[in-house]
């Protein structure tokens, strides 16, 4: 059985910086793309970051310069690097592992229980 946990979410002023640690564990042989996604109160979960496998990484606009991604393929870990936080970036984030292929070879994409991170002004 895949699952995800994450952690380092927290309170902190404008300004400050945080970093978010997820670990995938189970019976994995592989997994294609891991990335952090968040949602606010009252909007949809949106993509924050992704990583591939070959360390090829994608940000959202509004985090680009101020977070930083990495993996370590080895360790079956992600972790977002959250510098220069805003008020606007408040919301629950959620550690995704997609293409995630078992020993039973079995293919599928899991979420972690999500870690708060509030931003105050």
């Known amino acids: 059985q895949v699952q995800l946990v994450e952690s380092g979410g927290g309170l902190v002023q404008a300004g400050g910086s945080l970093r978010l640690s997820c670990v995938v564990s189970?019976?994995?042989?592989?997994?294609?793309?891991m990335g952090w996604y968040r949602q606010a109160p009252g909007n949809e979960r949106e993509l924050v970051a992704s990583?591939?496998?070959?360390?090829?990484?994608n940000y959202a606009d509004s985090v680009k310069g101020r977070f930083t991604i990495s993996r370590d393929n080895a360790k079956n870990t992600v972790a977002l690097q959250m510098n220069s936080l805003k008020p606007e970036d408040t919301a629950v984030y959620y550690c995704?592992?997609?293409?995630?292929?078992?020993?039973?070879?079995?293919?599928?994409?899991?979420w972690g229980q999500g870690t708060q991170v509030t931003v105050s002004s």
């Open positions: 995704n592992a997609g293409g995630v292929i078992t020993s039973s070879w079995t293919r599928n994409d899991y």
């Open positions: 189970g019976s994995i042989f592989s997994i294609n793309v």
């Open positions: 990583i591939t496998s070959g360390v090829g990484t």
